[in-house]
């Protein structure tokens, strides 16, 4: 009687068990399927879990024009695919990286030709943002990293390479964000030696950076608060549209500052010095601030 039970169970659970998609169909299904949706399944979440980033979720894209086909491509995709929005269509690479700075931007879309050019002028940004890089058919220029596969522009572009690359670039993105909705927009932690100091970004003067250490300076305290993270990983937790890096050592905040020559920034009691690779940043955030 025991193996009959045994039988019966075996072939009830092989009756029901739920049998493997075959990978064709599988990614069929997921060229039918919305963005959203398809991070949802790839990653194995729950409907609560997909509830959430579709409510959350919102992707603001710049394109940096390029042939006007692609272009026209390119816009008419971004579109029509939920959670991007098309922020700006600029005309120069200058313009874009003005956009990031502001904060304008998640997702670029850009030549693969300005990839070595994009990797210097960011060399001191750190930005949470991903970049699809377009390659003309036959292109010849290196990839930007090691087994990136650019998308491919001409005739080879269509809305479902269009949308694989937006999905990696949003798996990129999502991976970076784990903790952003739990920070709030008005202060942030700082551990000091053996303290946790809650720090306003509204106090923050100016930032130094001193090799592996970084002392922050506030209206509230005489001495600044000295924390054991370089500056350029310190910069990644103030926000883009009221601090500004002037030097490889400086980061002032734009609240605070009093006046502006062309190689010095008077901030508070302080004169803190411009760096030149630094000034015309600077200096483009003073023109679209006046």
Known sequence: MQALFTVLFLLKFTATRRQPIPRDIRQRRLGEM??????????????????????????KC?????????????????????????????????????????GGADILFLNIKWAAQVKHEWTEREKPLAIIWLAPPRDKHPPPQPGYNPLVTGDSLNYLHFLEAVQKAMLHLLA?????????????????????????FDDIIFCEGLKD?????????????????????????????????????YIVSLQHVESITKKEVEIGDRIVPIGNSFRSHLMEIVKRNS
């Open 213 to 249: 250490y970084t002392q922050v300076y506030t209206a509230r305290k005489t001495k600044p608060i000295i924390t054991l993270q370089n500056l350029k990983t310190f910069a990644e937790r103030l926000p883009a549209n009221r601090f500004v890096r002037i030097h490889r050592s």
């Open 176 to 200: 970076g964000r784990k903790t952003t909705k739990l920070r709030d927009e008005h202060f942030f932690f700082i551990k000091s030696e053996y303290r946790i100091i809650k720090v306003n």
């Open 34 to 59: 919305s963005l959203l949706r398809r991070i949802a399944v790839i990653l194995q979440m729950r409907p609560r879990q997909a509830c959430f980033i579709h409510s959350t979720m919102t992707l």
């Open 62 to 102: 710049i394109l940096l024009k390029d042939s006007p086909e692609t272009t026209r491509q390119l816009k008419a995709f971004i579109e029509k695919s939920q959670p991007l929005t098309l922020e700006a269509v600029t005309g120069s690479l200058k313009e874009t990286l003005l956009h990031t700075d502001a």
